[in-house]
């Protein structure tokens, strides 16, 4: 009766220990895949928030010329963390969302340039390239 005992305590013990293990990976994974979360909606929003200052630079340069009718082509990423972006310009400012979550996106006013221009235009990033116009007192982005 005492062999057989001993006998159910060692595989008691070998499937505890056995368990334990793969608690440990279960929950290694899991933080893991948080981590890897974490970084990607980091690194999308840094990518964006560069993004939106270099269009922003272009439209602050455009406004300051003395031209009335200019434009200027701006080549950006097609992508961001394998998805497409958008970039809307309007009176109250620029917003840059990617797509097609919508859940991270950028945004800034216009710097007060909406008192003296009006703006507006939508552009999606899979061509690689965006055309930012000034015709008088508009700025239009395309």
Same mark, same amino acid.
């Not at 005992?5 to 929950?27: A, P, R």
């Not at 300051?64 to 200027?72: A, F, G, K, R």
């Given at each position: ?13 070998? @499937? ?11 929950? &290694? $994974?899991?933080? $893991? ?38 434009? @200027? ?9 394998? &998805?497409?972006?958008?970039? &809307? ?35 999606? &990033?899979?061509?690689?390239?965006? @055309? ?11």
């Amino acid at each position: 009766m005492i062999m057989k005992s001993k006998g159910q305590i060692l595989v008691f013990e070998q @499937v505890l220990l056995f368990s334990i293990g793969i608690i440990i990976l279960i929950t &290694s $994974f899991a933080l $893991f895949i948080m981590y890897q979360n974490y970084y990607i909606t980091e690194t999308a929003q840094d990518q964006l928030t560069q993004v939106k200052e270099y269009v922003l630079s272009h439209i602050i340069k455009l406004c300051e010329e003395s031209d009335l009718e200019t434009s @200027v082509v701006l080549t950006i990423p097609e992508r961001i963390g394998n &998805s497409f972006y958008r970039i &809307s310009m309007s009176n109250i400012g620029i917003n840059i969302t990617l797509e097609p979550e919508g859940k991270i996106n950028e945004f800034s006013t216009l710097y007060g340039l909406n008192e003296t221009f009006s703006f507006s235009g939508m552009v999606i &990033s899979d061509k690689g390239k965006i @055309v930012i116009y000034k015709k008088r007192n508009s700025i239009i982005i395309q």
